[in-house]
């Protein structure tokens, strides 16, 4: 069996930080992309994936910070009340405008950019997932790990992305692309409802 050096946990942080900032980036990447393309197409599988992402980069960005602060008193911060209200808010938003485009029988534009941003998504989210899960193995961390488990789990938003826009564009289905964010919706909804409810049994453990 290995022995843990002192430095090799330092380095171990300092990588954990260092993905944190990236899978922060990279979602606010998704995000300013998602906002364009949907600026030009009128996507709602776009809209509802740019929310996710804008949520998702946020808390990304706390668990960094935490790391930062103070990796050894690293707790579930990025896991707080506000980012479970905003995933809910996002799964509201994404259910509404799936819903009216659905209705209205609207079909977006084709986008190859859009296909193209939900490929590379698939590709680099389970990368960045896997290698988080590892890290917060080796260190023994459970935040980190949770962190790792919903970074993983984005991936899920970009098949259903990548999906609709290849049934709208491919196929000649526009309501591939409403139904797109529909799908979207529950799987937002439950991350937000997730976290309320780790929240709640934290405060009740705490009092």
């Not at 938003?157 to 000649?172: K, P, Q």
Request: proline share 3%; aromatic share 10%.
């Amino acid at each position: 069996m290995s022995v843990e050096k002192p430095d090799d946990r330092a380095t171990w942080i300092r990588h954990s930080f260092t993905l944190a900032l990236l899978a922060a980036a990279f979602h606010f990447l998704q995000c300013i992309a998602s906002a364009a393309l949907w600026n030009s197409t009128r996507s709602a599988a776009l809209a509802a994936f740019g929310l996710d992402a804008a949520v998702s980069s946020s808390a990304a960005l706390r668990l960094a910070l935490g790391i930062r602060r103070s990796f050894e008193m690293l707790a579930d911060n990025w896991r707080s009340r506000v980012v479970g209200y905003a995933y809910l808010a996002a799964a509201a938003m994404a259910l509404y405008a799936g819903a009216v485009q659905l209705w209205e029988g609207r079909r977006p534009a084709p986008t190859i950019l859009g296909i193209a941003l939900a490929a590379v998504s698939m590709l680099v989210i389970p990368i960045i997932g896997s290698y988080m899960k590892t890290l917060a193995v080796e260190l023994r961390n459970q935040p980190l790990k949770a962190a790792a488990v919903f970074t993983f789990g984005n991936s899920y938003l970009s098949m259903v992305l990548l999906i609709a826009l290849l049934t709208n564009a491919g196929m000649d289905l526009g309501w591939g692309d409403p139904v797109g964010a529909l799908v979207m919706f529950p799987f937002m909804a439950q991350k937000g409802i997730q976290i309320l409810i780790e929240e709640g049994r934290r405060d009740y453990v705490e009092d």
